[in-house]
């Protein structure tokens, strides 16, 4: 009689099934208590005996005339059983959200407990990779614990919304029972899969955006890398993250970003119409597997810092150092070290330093220089930006726009006796190099241009070097400067 689904008393079909009953009940009439029992008996054995299936229709008569009740009861029969199934199709949802969730904050945990047993702190080392904001104090900056690192305080984060697709550079195909939309769709269980060895994805926008950070959440962590990864702000100037970040590749599995597992990728803010991001296998079963992937544009103060708690070990003499990126000379991050929690002095990475007493404090102040946004050259000027070089001496920089986003710039420069690096990138084919009127050449090794670097044999004078480039590249560096902050990966004080 009883049906293994009703078992649960949890479940939504059968309570409401028997409510509805209830309220029926609740309204018949009868003479004796025995009428009253075997009514009751009666309707909850019907609702039990029914299972999981749907309530059988009154039927309907073949002959004689037609009875409005007969279709009229029957319309309430399937209204009760749709409701009845849209009420349980609910409760299942819910159950799975929470089993979601509560799977979620279990992968949380024991990714903490790893990284706290992986970079726990000893009487020969402290290391603070901003896993525990408990050894953070005065905190202004931001801390993202999820990719490890902390930032300038975040003004806003925007979503972006490229369109997807996959690059002719591919090596493989999508599995049967994937989709590309899964990559952006954010559903629980789906996730694209990509059958094969290489894929590069094209991801394109309507137009040009400013971008800052991807993320890439993995399926099942297995060994992959990122070979290249380049955007464009127009379709003709590329512009390489791997190399502005440092790296030839990035390797991404459950050790990512501090074995979060989530791959989360900073980089210098830049015009993007169009990147490319090419994925290979390192696991050997040419099999990869994505859950979603994230475009944003994330806007930062200006300033802010964050300073330790007291640290009581190690002790004597430490060696100083920090996994950081500094984007030179837009943001920076100055390091201090305290012995009371209020007078600080400036240390630097790589410094050996003799430890007075303990415990100590550390600071970081992050910060953006304004005048590098305002008064940026289309030179770079070693050694210190924007300061003249000692190379050569730029007498005139005039800029002409030429629309569809190019620009052309003309730099007259005089004494040149080492070489100028261009922070553009020339269009292809339109760098000219000339010695007052005659136009030098290239082939012919009047000069050499190699790496945004033009040198000569010998010294000279009365260059004039003409070039188109993007509008939305390096020119547009001021429109940037609310996207720029500097990342602090890591900092460590260890017995030398």
């Given at each position: 009689m009883f049906n293994e689904a009703y078992t649960d008393p949890n479940s939504q079909l059968l309570v409401d099934r028997l409510a509805r009953i209830a309220q029926q009940l609740r309204s018949i009439t009868l003479s004796t208590m025995s009428d009253y029992q075997a009514e009751v008996y009666s309707a909850v054995n019907a609702v039990l005996s029914l299972g999981v299936a749907m309530t059988p229709l009154d039927p309907v008569g073949g002959q004689g005339p037609a009875v409005v009740g007969d279709a009229a009861n029957n319309?309430?029969?399937?209204?009760?059983?749709?409701?009845?199934?849209?009420?349980?199709?609910?409760?299942?949802?819910?159950?799975?959200?929470d089993s979601f969730n509560l799977a979620a904050t279990?992968?949380?945990q024991l990714r903490q407990q790893i990284r706290e047993f992986i970079y726990q702190?000893?009487?020969?080392?402290?290391?603070?990779?901003?896993?525990?904001?408990?050894?953070?104090?005065?905190?202004?900056?931001n801390l993202d614990f999820n990719a490890g690192l902390a930032t300038s305080p975040v003004?806003?984060?925007?979503?972006?919304?490229?369109?997807?697709?996959?690059?002719t550079d591919s090596v493989g195909e999508i599995d049967s029972n994937s989709s590309l939309n899964n990559l952006t769709a954010d559903v629980v269980g789906e996730f694209f899969q990509w059958d094969g060895s290489s894929l590069e994805l094209i991801l394109t926008f309507p137009t040009a955006q400013i971008m800052n950070r991807i993320t890439i959440n993995l399926d099942n962590y297995s060994n992959m890398e990122i070979s290249t990864f380049t955007t464009t702000p127009d379709g003709t100037l590329i512009q390489d993250v791997l190399d502005d970040l440092?790296?030839?590749?990035?390797?991404?599995?459950?050790?990512?970003?501090?074995?979060?597992?989530?791959?989360i990728i900073d980089f210098p803010p830049r015009y993007v119409l169009t990147a490319r991001l090419v994925l290979l296998d390192r696991s050997g079963t040419d099999v990869i597997s994505i859950r979603n992937l994230t475009c944003e544009q994330i806007s930062y103060s200006s300033t802010g810092q964050l300073t330790s708690i007291p640290i009581t070990a190690p002790t004597g003499t430490v060696a100083f150092s920090t996994i950081q990126n500094v984007f030179s000379p837009y943001v920076t991050i100055t390091h201090q070290l305290s012995y009371n929690g209020t007078q600080f002095t400036a240390i630097d990475p790589g410094d050996t330093i003799v430890l007075n007493s303990t415990p100590f404090f550390y600071r970081a102040v992050f910060g953006r220089s304004a005048s590098a946004f305002s008064a940026q050259s289309p030179l770079n000027q070693s050694p210190l930006d924007p300061v003249g070089s000692p190379y050569y001496t730029l007498t005139t920089s005039t800029s002409t726009p030429l629309g569809n986003g190019i620009i052309e710039r003309t730099l007259q420069i005089n004494d040149i006796t080492g070489p100028i690096i261009l922070r553009e990138t020339p269009l292809p084919n339109s760098l000219v190099v000339q010695e007052g009127t005659v136009i030098l050449s290239l082939s012919a090794q009047n000069y050499v241009f190699n790496d945004n670097t033009v040198a000569f044999p010998t010294n000279v004078t009365g260059i004039t070097i003409t070039y188109q480039t993007s509008s939305l590249g390096s020119a547009a560096i001021s429109d940037l400067e609310n996207y720029y902050t500097p990342l602090l990966y890591e900092y460590k004080f260890e017995v030398s």
């Open positions: 319309f309430t029969i399937l209204n009760n059983d749709a409701a009845d199934i849209a009420a349980e199709t609910l409760r299942v949802e819910d159950t799975v959200a279990t992968l949380n702190n000893n009487q020969q080392r402290f290391s603070e990779d901003f896993l525990n904001s408990q050894n953070l104090s005065g905190v202004s900056a003004v806003s984060t925007v979503t972006l919304s490229p369109t997807i697709s996959i690059g440092g790296v030839n590749s990035i390797d991404i599995d459950g050790t990512s970003n501090k074995f979060s597992g989530d791959v």
